[in-house]
């Protein structure tokens, strides 16, 4: 076969990988003699764009046909198996690497930390963080986004300020790292520290930061903060309205929320499945039982929205706190799928504040028939029957648990006290 027959092959693989044809690619790649580490990266990138899956699989077979890889090659492959979470077989090519040389270069290192934090594995990738002898902003940025992601929230602002020590300058996802950062912590001074550095950024920073800065504030319970970003905002999302709605109900301005959605609607922007969450919510909040209603007829008719298990509860719970317990009853069981354990769990919380101990158990018989490992379920009902003085079935419900081996499990919140945030567990009965 002449040369040019092998660059038109090669040629056609890369042109069906281009257009997502993979089994064709595989074909033209198939009849190529002589491939070369580019046109194996090229397969690869192609595994990685449209079947990620497969990526482990080609891998094993460039081993075995002794291609050595390169940089590129390190850094396609284990995104790939960041994408899948699969670190046995990333811990492997890390070893592999090692013994290359080539893991100096920061997009190989790069690929390499996330591996191990898509893996949940904060350890070894701040390890291998640690041991890379250049970082970017996206290091540094993907560190601290990984530190958010397995709940170490200090970690990453602590990160993202070793960052500004060294003079790598923030982009916008550092800042929306730092921002939820902030949020899980509810560190409203953290939270302000990192507002005066997006205003230094000023037009380099989009619409996704400040939807971040919005949801810090009110994660804070800082609605005028919030409002006062709101209103400099040049343009709004769904999302930054969305945001707004939730941050007044949550604070207790559920009057408020709903207006904000009024205004949302004036402006022509289109409500989504998570807005009619946080709209039923509010009502929720504000014992608004004909406005829950009007608003969850409204999602189908008006929004073409099918209402979800989220929006169900919601609804029973803004029935439940108007001691409608039958009616709450009745549209779970007329829902259009089959309920799932929050339905029943809100039912069964509004059972007990109204006394309805009938209802009550026949909510919880049917939330742990779906999921009887669920200690919430065990845990209300328990209260319920402490509620009636019923302290045999307290004592057998807790048995119950032991057997079945169900572990409560403690809330846990940040509280800031003079500037430090500690954590705070609250455990209940």
Same mark, same amino acid.
């Given at each position: 076969?002449?040369?040019?027959?092998?660059?038109?092959?090669?040629?056609?693989?890369?042109?069906? @990988?281009?257009?997502?044809?993979?089994?064709?690619?595989?074909?033209?790649?198939?009849?190529?003699?002589?491939?070369?580490?580019?046109?194996?990266?090229?397969?690869?990138?192609?595994?990685?764009?449209?079947?990620?899956?497969?990526?482990?699989?080609?891998?094993?077979?460039?081993?075995?046909?002794?291609?050595?890889?390169?940089?590129?090659?390190?850094?396609?492959?284990?995104?790939?198996?960041?994408?899948?979470?699969? @670190?046995?077989?990333?811990?492997?090519?890390?070893?592999?690497?090692?013994?290359?040389?080539?893991?100096?270069?920061?997009?190989?290192?790069?690929?390499?930390?996330?591996?191990?934090?898509?893996?949940?594995?904060?350890?070894?990738?701040?390890?291998?963080?640690?041991?890379?002898?250049?970082?970017?902003?996206?290091?540094?940025?993907?560190?601290?986004?990984?530190?958010?992601?397995?709940?170490?929230?200090?970690?990453?602002?602590?990160?993202?300020?070793?960052?500004?020590?060294?003079? =790598?300058?923030?982009?916008?996802?550092?800042?929306?790292?730092?921002?939820?950062?902030?949020?899980?912590?509810?560190?409203?001074?953290?939270?302000?520290?990192?507002?005066?550095?997006?205003?230094?950024?000023?037009?380099?920073?989009?619409?996704?930061?400040?939807?971040?800065?919005?949801?810090?504030?009110? #994660?804070?319970?800082?609605?005028?903060?919030?409002?006062?970003?709101?209103?400099?905002?040049?343009?709004?999302? =769904?999302?930054?309205?969305?945001?707004?709605?939730?941050?007044?109900?949550?604070?207790?301005?559920?009057?408020?929320?709903?207006?904000?959605?009024?205004?949302?609607?004036?402006?022509?922007?289109?409500?989504?499945?998570?807005?009619?969450?946080? =709209?039923?919510?509010?009502?929720?909040?504000?014992?608004?039982?004909?406005?829950?209603?009007?608003?969850?007829?409204?999602?189908?008719?008006?929004?073409?929205?099918?209402?979800?298990?989220?929006?169900?509860?919601?609804?029973?719970?803004?029935?439940?706190?108007?001691?409608?317990?039958?009616?709450?009853?009745?549209?779970?069981?007329?829902?259009?799928?089959?309920?799932?354990?929050? =339905?029943?769990?809100?039912?069964?919380?509004?059972?007990?504040?109204?006394?309805?101990?009938?209802?009550?158990?026949?909510?919880?018989?049917?939330? @742990?028939?779906?999921?009887?490992?669920?200690?919430?379920?065990?845990?209300?009902?328990?209260?319920?029957?402490?509620?009636?003085?019923?302290?045999?079935?307290?004592?057998?419900?807790?048995?119950?648990?032991?057997?079945?081996?169900? #572990?409560?499990?403690?809330?846990?919140?940040?509280?800031?006290?003079?500037?430090?945030?500690?954590?705070?567990?609250?455990?209940?009965?």
């Amino acid at each position: 076969m002449g040369v040019s027959m092998k660059l038109f092959l090669c040629s056609l693989a890369c042109n069906k @990988l281009g257009h997502g044809k993979l089994v064709e690619a595989e074909e033209f790649f198939d009849k190529c003699p002589c491939r070369d580490i580019v046109s194996w990266n090229a397969m690869i990138a192609g595994y990685l764009q449209f079947s990620y899956i497969d990526v482990p699989g080609f891998w094993y077979r460039m081993n075995q046909e002794g291609v050595k890889p390169d940089n590129f090659t390190f850094a396609t492959v284990l995104t790939g198996l960041a994408t899948i979470c699969d @670190l046995k077989m990333g811990l492997q090519v890390h070893a592999q690497l090692i013994k290359s040389g080539h893991g100096d270069e920061i997009c190989v290192g790069n690929s390499l930390v996330d591996m191990y934090l898509k893996n949940r594995n904060l350890i070894e990738g701040s390890k291998a963080f640690g041991e890379m002898p250049q970082k970017d902003v996206i290091s540094w940025t993907q560190m601290a986004s990984g530190c958010l992601q397995c709940g170490q929230p200090r970690k990453a602002l602590t990160v993202i300020d070793e960052m500004k020590k060294v003079g =790598v300058k923030p982009n916008k996802f550092t800042l929306a790292t730092a921002f939820n950062s902030c949020a899980s912590l509810a560190s409203l001074e953290e939270g302000k520290k990192v507002h005066g550095l997006r205003i230094k950024l000023g037009t380099e920073i989009d619409i996704c930061v400040d939807n971040a800065l919005l949801d810090m504030y009110a #994660k804070c319970g800082c609605m005028d903060g919030a409002w006062g970003v709101f209103q400099s905002m040049d343009t709004r999302s =769904v999302v930054s309205w969305t945001t707004m709605i939730m941050g007044f109900a949550q604070n207790g301005y559920a009057r408020e929320a709903l207006d904000i959605f009024e205004r949302m609607r004036f402006a022509g922007v289109e409500p989504n499945y998570i807005t009619f969450i946080c =709209v039923l919510y509010a009502c929720s909040q504000g014992g608004f039982l004909d406005e829950g209603w009007k608003y969850f007829s409204s999602m189908t008719h008006d929004h073409g929205i099918a209402p979800g298990e989220d929006h169900y509860a919601c609804m029973v719970d803004i029935l439940g706190r108007a001691g409608q317990i039958r009616e709450a009853e009745a549209l779970i069981l007329n829902m259009p799928f089959q309920p799932g354990v929050l =339905v029943w769990q809100t039912l069964l919380g509004a059972c007990r504040a109204h006394g309805d101990l009938d209802t009550g158990k026949r909510a919880a018989a049917q939330a @742990l028939a779906l999921e009887k490992e669920d200690p919430s379920t065990y845990l209300l009902l328990s209260n319920m029957f402490a509620d009636f003085g019923n302290w045999d079935n307290v004592g057998k419900l807790r048995e119950l648990m032991e057997t079945r081996e169900v #572990k409560k499990v403690p809330g846990c919140s940040w509280i800031e006290v003079t500037g430090n945030q500690q954590p705070s567990r609250i455990y209940r009965a």
